[in-house]
């Protein structure tokens, strides 16, 4: 499975920001968020498109939805398996200087490939309104992870994705040692404006604790 993406390439790139989209988006709905979180192009920033394209409403979608908070395992086996396969191996990222990140459903495939077992340790996860997935054939791996900078923001009025889902992923986070900033605001189901000056420092912070290319991760 081939996936669809965008780059807006940098001069001399201090790391990488990747960013996925929620349910019914696509690939060009948080390019603009690279311009809003890292004004001063120091990353390169790589959006990537759903694969799912036959699924109500419309728009790009990462995996069919039987209930929130639990993926159907085949169609996020497929997404997951895909995204490692673009951003490992097509790319090459070095995820020791890469934050990943997203909204809603791209918060949800963010924590997969950034807590996943057997996956590389990225610098960071951003994530707005999402969780921490429950499905057959990925299990997360936070005790390997202890010191992972992760950025959490949640509405308290989100009705699709409700807060709890943010307490609990904060709760399995912070229990395996990962270090939580977490925002939540009177917001619903979308990335509330005034987190932005916390996301945007939060990055900065993230990017330059990350260790320099060649060496060895403290």
Do not use: C
């Not at 709905?29 to 036959?54: A, E, H, K, M, Y």
């Not at 996956?119 to 997935?133: M, Y």
């Not at 189901?189 to 604790?209: S, Y």
């Amino acid at each position: 499975m081939s996936l669809i993406h965008r780059i807006r390439e940098v001069e001399n790139p201090a790391g990488n920001l990747v960013l996925l989209h929620g349910r019914g988006a696509d690939e060009h709905d948080l390019f603009g968020l690279f311009d809003v979180l890292d004004p001063g192009r120091t990353l390169r920033g790589i959006t990537v498109g759903g694969p799912l394209t036959n699924i109500p409403p419309g728009g790009r979608h990462w995996y069919v939805v039987p209930r929130v908070g639990f993926p159907e395992p085949e169609t996020f086996g497929a997404s997951y398996a895909a995204l490692a396969s673009l951003l490992d191996v097509e790319l090459g990222l070095d995820w020791s200087r890469t934050v990943v990140g997203g909204f809603s459903q791209g918060t949800v495939m963010s924590y997969a490939l950034g807590l996943g077992t057997g996956r590389p340790v990225p610098a960071g996860v951003l994530a707005f309104s999402g969780f921490v997935p429950t499905v057959d054939g990925w299990t997360p791996d936070v005790a390997s992870r202890s010191g992972l900078r992760v950025f959490v923001a949640h509405g308290t009025n989100d009705p699709i994705m409700v807060p709890e889902f943010a307490h609990d992923a904060r709760k399995l986070l912070e229990a395996g040692g990962a270090r939580v900033e977490y925002h939540e605001t009177a917001a619903a189901h979308h990335i509330d404006p005034r987190v932005i000056p916390e996301a945007q420092r939060w990055l900065r912070d993230t990017i330059a604790a990350a260790p320099l290319r060649g060496a060895p991760a403290a």
